[in-house]
């Protein structure tokens, strides 16, 4: 009897969840992008000086000044700054506000490129409604420490939406512009083997790529941002080796540490001297063949 009274209220219980889900509110896009902008109300009012930001700011103020984008700056900011010379486009005018303000505007440029790219993508009604609800939960992670993951998201669903509509251009763009401000847009190459236009798709590359690479120049000298690209890619590699190195110093179960394929499989062997790239290219090549 009490197993029969306790099934009888599960279903109630779902009877009712399920017809609130079915609510037309919940089925409305402008319920989520209102849902989204109160979200980044509620992070500036309780972080208004997220150290992330701080850093974001950082990389467009040393550019303006020709200072080194890679040093420390602890009267400043906490940490180091690991995004490309490029971004500092990209966050300039968010910097030049007053932080509170730039920090608002800088979250509603991430949540609405997200919106936009969710919106634009060539998912059913019901596909973009999931994403949307489903990725709200980890938006709000993000936003709590302004991470620029959210525009690495929309920069990668932009390029694959972009190359399945044969607009390799602009796909080529997003590509290069994720790669160059954080490395991980790099993931949108793999979109190649999709394009009906390779060859389009790889002269737009190397055409972003060029643009992007002297875009700082209209702000710095340009040996400066020469300087700067070579400083980056010593930095990457030196944040490589502090995240292997976080394992090798018994710190096995930080999981906030390399979390990717690579890390897992170095927890899990607990071998830390081997190169990533035999993991790496058996890998690439099967892809290629798949």
């Known amino acids: 009897m009490k197993t029969a009274k306790i099934e009888r209220i599960l279903f109630l219980w779902y009877n009712q969840l399920a017809k609130v889900i079915r609510h037309p509110l919940f ?83 991430l949540v609405s490129f997200l919106y936009v790219a969710i919106r634009y993508s060539d998912l059913s009604h019901f596909e973009k409604l999931f994403v949307f609800w489903f990725c709200s939960h980890e938006l709000l992670n993000a936003m709590f420490l302004s991470q620029f993951n959210i525009g690495i998201a929309a920069i990668v669903l932009l390029a694959f939406t972009m190359i399945e509509r044969r607009h390799d251009f602009w796909a080529a763009f997003f590509i290069m512009l994720g790669t160059m401000t954080k490395l991980y847009g790099i993931l949108g190459l793999a979109f190649f083997f999709f394009s009906h236009q390779k060859i389009k798709f790889i002269v737009s590359l190397l055409f972003w790529s060029v643009m992007m690479f002297v875009a700082p120049m209209l702000f710095a000298s340009p040996e400066y941002v020469v300087s700067q690209y070579f400083e980056w890619y010593a930095d990457l590699l030196k944040k490589n080796a502090e995240n292997i190195n976080m394992l090798a110093i018994g710190n096995m179960a930080d999981l906030s540490t390399n979390i990717s394929l690579l890390g897992f499989i170095r927890r899990s062997t607990q071998i830390l001297t081997y190169s990533d790239l035999w993991i790496i290219l058996p890998n690439l090549i099967f892809f290629c063949i798949a």
């Open 27 to 109: 089925h409305d896009y402008r319920t989520i992008f209102f849902l989204w902008f109160f979200m980044c109300v509620f992070m500036v009012i309780k972080h208004q000086y997220e150290n992330n930001f701080l850093i974001f700011c950082g990389v467009w103020d040393h550019l303006n000044a020709q200072l080194p984008l890679y040093a420390p700056y602890p009267k400043e900011y906490g940490d180091v700054n690991h995004y490309g010379p490029v971004f500092s486009l990209l966050i300039a005018p968010f910097a030049i506000m007053p932080r509170p303000l730039g920090l608002f505007f800088w979250l509603l440029f």
